[in-house]
Nanobody, 127 residues
C-alpha cells in the first residue's frame, strides 16, 4: 500500500527556516501532483503548495508565496517543502498528500481531490 511519510517538522523562531520532506515509502503510484496542506488548531485544513509531477510546475497559497518552495526528487519519490521567513501564523500540522494520475486534470488546491495522505508533522513557530 502507499505510505506517505513526512519528516522535518519542529520548533523554530520567527524568521527561521525548516524543510519538510515527504517520501513514498510503500507501493509507488502514478503521481499527478503532490501537495502540502496544513491545519492549525480549530481551523480547516488548508492548501499550502502543490507540484505537478510531470512538469514540475508549482503552485502556492497566497499566504506562503515568496516564502515557501515546493520541489521534488523523482528518483527518490520524495517531495519537499522549504519554508523560509516563518511567522507564528505558520504554526500548524503539515500534511503531505498525493494525487493519482487518472489521465485528466485534477484540482491541486482541493483536499478532496487527493487520494493519499501522510500522518502529518508539527511545525511550531515561536514569536
Amino acid at each position: 500500500q502507499v505510505q506517505l511519510v513526512e519528516s522535518g517538522g519542529g520548533l523554530v523562531q520567527a524568521g527561521g527556516s525548516l524543510r519538510l520532506s515527504c517520501a513514498d515509502s510503500g507501493r509507488t503510484f502514478s503521481v499527478y501532483a503532490m501537495g502540502w496542506f496544513r491545519q492549525a488548531p480549530g481551523k480547516e485544513r488548508e492548501f499550502v503548495a502543490a507540484i505537478k509531477w510531470s512538469s514540475g510546475y508549482s503552485y502556492y497559497a497566497s499566504s506562503v508565496k515568496g516564502r515557501f518552495t515546493i520541489y521534488r526528487d523523482s528518483a527518490k519519490n520524495t517531495v519537499y517543502l522549504q519554508m523560509n521567513s516563518l511567522i507564528p501564523e505558520d504554526t500548524a500540522v503539515y500534511y503531505c498528500a498525493g494525487q493519482v494520475n487518472r489521465g485528466y486534470y485534477r484540482d491541486y488546491g482541493r483536499k478532496t481531490e487527493y487520494d493519499y495522505w501522510g500522518q502529518g508533522t508539527q511545525v511550531t513557530v515561536s514569536s
